[in-house]
């Protein structure tokens, strides 16, 4: 049931949201409990039985880590727990991709069943991976009750595709659901229709686009075809899944939890450090806090410090798929890093110019990311370049061009904080920096995932001016009922991010 | 203390300025709610179990069952349910092609909207099987052609007619740079394959005759050789096709002078329409070319299907739904068709797909009987046919009536030699 579909919108949506306020505020824990897992169950039902196992195991495990005078064994039994959350994501996610790769590197021919992934299993192992460390750092108290660890493990906003949310930040801001105001309702109606209007406008348009190329054999692709194809797919997996964020914070405001930003505009990212500081937030922190960190950091050495870079990368493509091309991609953003990380002292670029040079790095890396069929990747990028048997041009991509120009420089101009920006302008709303207002300032990078977007920093977005407040009403309904029109007309098409 | 008081509340705030009493539009976010009415409107409501607009069976709501939850079909069919039986569906698709369009999209993945309102049905997503498919279909009509007629039933001749889609005909209607469902090069390719296998194939270049009689009418006259909002050929296209192959197998065909052109509805909406949903698309004129005294006389005509009735060769009561099927009402799986007035006492065995369907008429004053074969529905033997025909001393002629669009998919032409 993805928040797109017709089914969450109209029946599961409405239907808990009545009964989860009509119920006593004392209930409603539980009441969220068995609508995740309802909503689990809905999508895998084995997958629910999992995620329950792994809730009581995290449970049991907690009780143990909290720091005691057996650090040493503590430490032990932290790398068991690790290990055992790892292994149901191993066994679903990785076993067949790993038999493959020593099949192919030994010629053994080793097979392994061919299991369903659960749902969300990428996104809930790392958060109970989160809740068994910062308990074993003394970060966050263990869970006191199967309820509170259980809400957070299977919260059904965040359930599919995150945010990432790391325990301690949940225990401090959302251990208890907070009553419902007006501000609220209005913030999670707004960032549920934008969500919405993202996925059914932009990104299920735009990937239909991409589906077109990509049917096309790398060879026979003109250059004209091959840059709207790698630029469709850039765009279309940005809308697909900040679109998706959107809506779980949006839905995680309803509910009265908050919820930290997921992605704050990474393609007007000026260097690859900043870009990453802004696309999915909550995985690059993960990563950073879990392993990075962990493994020294740059405390260590530059050495050090190089290797674990590539270690993170590397880990980081893998997360996203269970194929060579996502450790390639990963690969590609370490080697990026790198080579950033040198040249940044000498080289100073003005900013346009550097959004621009970023942004066409990341759209070269989804070539990487996009074809899971490794030969491809060296044929796509020898089309882009012309070499291609179609040249520069072809009618394929004249008519892509021509039918879709139009569809892709929107996506661009959304892709950017400035409608926001002409909006505020327009509408009179106070002039807020798209930092302070997600909690992020431009030093620190991560510190979004401390602070979430709070009601007094959301009431930015509340309309003075009558007629500005009547223009975002109106307007957010027309972008419903757009949006709406697609998902009724659409066969059901998932979200990119659950397979990951 | 009062005093204080006041002067407080006297002044300004400038950093956070008092709240405005009113607060606008804030009733507006309890809109959401509305969204209850559909689950309550779809349980009140009559279910429709078929939609004509879009030409495809409905999903109606499921029963859950234990099993059908665990695999994942109840889900599955709960969403499709509630897609199908959204109310005002016709509205909401309609909508969602408007948006494309305005866009700037000239396809929804399904059609091509094209101009003069005429839309063309792409090549769809199955296409990465289908050179295999047609291979194994040219393959198929070469036996046919070389092996199993001359065996089961010697001395008949064997005609194949390719029907080429709307846009190799009109492919300056195709919106700019599209490119073509199935080019004009592709048909000719298989042709030209279809001769080295079958060399004993007549094939009558039907498309050619279409796009030189296209180049004569203007796209905007009431002269269509194609629907605009149907993949099927009209009569007038169909007469073409009949003339081009009469001739090439040396058959006198009628001239038009011998049919009364009459429109039997202006309405009709046809297969790409269900594909496209486009709320301004105009209907199509249904014109019927019926054969005057000069032609043939149709009282003398029979026609039964496999089970013995009869079948009429113009249906009226399909002109409110799909009207292409007021031919013949549609396809059947075998049809006798007899004209004891014919020019000459022949039989045709005509295996075909729905383009013949407007064309059949055309043919009935060659042929004392027609046996006329969809093997897509029909499952009686083809050899066995031809073995009892040879055995009765029938004289036959044989016609494969295909859209090049069928041969490239069709999974049912190896029912010719079995």
Known sequence: MTFSSLPFIFYFLPLFFLLYYLLPASWRQAALLAGSLFFCAWGSPRGMLLLLALIGLDLLLGRYLAPGRRRARQRLLLGAAILLNLLPLLLFKYSAFMADSVSQLTGLSLSVPDWVQPLGLSFYTFRSISYLVDVWRADSKPAASFLDLAVYLAFFPQLLSGPIVRYSWWQQQNLRPQALTWLRLQNGCRRMVIGLAKKLLLADRLAAVWQTVHQVNPGNLSALTAWIGA?????????????????????????????????????????????????????????????????????????????????????????????????????????????????????????????????????????????????????????????????????????????????????????????????????????????????????????????????????????????????????????????????????????????? | MKSSDRLQSTQPDT??????????????????????????????????????????????????????????????????????????????????????????????????????????????????????????????????????????????????????????????????????????????????????????????DVTAALQQASSLYPADSDQRLYFRSDHHWTQSGAYIAYRTWAESVGLAPREPSAYAVKTVTEQFLGT??????????????????????????????????????????????????????????????????????????????LFKDSYANSLLPFLLPHYARIIMIDLRYDRDSVRSLLQTESAAGTEADCLILYSYQQLLSDNYLYLLNR
């Open chain 1, 231 to 500: 630029i469709c797919f850039s765009l279309q997996i940005y809308f697909d899944f900040s679109a998706y964020s959107d809506m779980a914070i949006g839905l995680t405001q309803l509910l009265g939890y908050d919820s930290p930003e997921n992605f704050l505009y990474p393609y007007v990212a000026c260097s690859v450090t900043d870009f990453w500081r802004r696309w999915h937030i909550s995985l690059s922190f993960w990563f950073r806090r879990y392993v990075y960190i962990p493994l020294g950091g740059n405390r260590r050495g530059r050495l050090r410090q190089w290797l674990n870079i590539l270690a993170v990368w590397a880990l980081t493509g893998l997360w996203h798929g269970a194929a060579w091309n996502y450790v390639l991609w990963g690969l590609y953003y370490a080697a990026l890093l790198l080579l950033e990380k040198q040249l940044a002292p000498r080289l100073k670029l003005p900013l346009w110019p550097a959004r621009l040079v970023v942004l066409l790095l990341n759209i070269l890396g989804w070539v990487f990311f996009a074809h899971p069929s490794l030969p491809e990747i060296p044929a796509y990028f020898s089309a882009m370049l012309g070499l291609g048997q179609a040249g520069a041009a072809d009618q394929q991509g004249l008519y892509l061009l021509l039918t879709h120009g139009l569809l892709i420089l929107l996506g661009f101009i959304a892709a950017t904080p400035y409608p926001r920006q002409w909006w505020q302008r327009l509408a009179g709303l106070s002039a807020c920096p798209e930092s302070a207002e997600r909690g992020l300032t431009p030093q620190t990078g991560f510190a979004c995932v401390q602070a979430p977007a709070t009601e007094s920093t959301a009431a930015f977005w509340r309309p003075q001016k009558r007629l500005a407040a009547w223009l975002q009403v109106t307007g957010l309904l027309l972008l419903l009922l757009a949006s709406l029109a697609f998902s009724v007309e659409s066969s059901f098409s998932t979200f990119l991010y659950f397979q990951f």
């Open chain 2, 15 to 204: 950093k956070h300025p008092p709240a405005p009493r009113r607060r606008p539009l804030r009733l507006a976010f309890l809109l959401p709610l509305l969204l209850l009415l559909l689950p309550l409107w779809q349980l009140v409501f009559p279910q429709q179990s078929f939609s004509t607009a879009e030409n495809r069976a409905l999903t109606t709501r499921p029963v859950l069952t234990w099993s059908g939850w665990l695999d994942g079909s109840y889900t599955t069919a709960f969403t499709d349910f509630v897609q199908d039986q959204f109310p005002f569906r016709r509205f909401w698709t309609g909508l969602a092609t408007g948006l494309r369009l305005a866009a700037g999209s000239r396809d929804n993945g399904k059609v091509y909207f094209g101009r003069e309102h005429y839309l063309f049905l792409m090549s769809d997503s199955e296409q990465e099987q289908t050179p295999k498919q047609l291979q194994l279909n040219l393959q198929d009509l070469a036996e046919f052609a070389e092996t199993t007629l001359p065996d089961d039933f010697p001395g008949t001749s064997c005609s194949l007619l390719l029907a080429p889609a709307a846009s190799s005909v009109l492919p300056e209607l195709l919106p700019a740079y599209a490119t073509q469902a199935e080019g004009a090069q592709d048909l000719s390719l298989a042709a030209a394959a279809l001769v080295q296998l079958a060399p004993d194939l007549l094939q009558p």
């Open chain 2, 272 to 349: 790409t329409y269900a594909k496209a949903q486009l709320f301004t698309q105009p209907g199509d004129a249904l014109q019927v070319w019926y054969p005057t005294a000069a032609a043939f006389d149709l009282a003398a005509i029979s026609i039964t299907d496999q089970d013995g009735q009869p079948v009429s060769l113009y249906d009226d009561s399909k002109l409110d739904g799909d009207a292409y099927e007021y031919f013949l009402g549609g396809n059947h799986a075998r049809l006798t068709i007899e004209n004891p007035g014919a020019d000459r006492q022949r039989t045709l065995i």
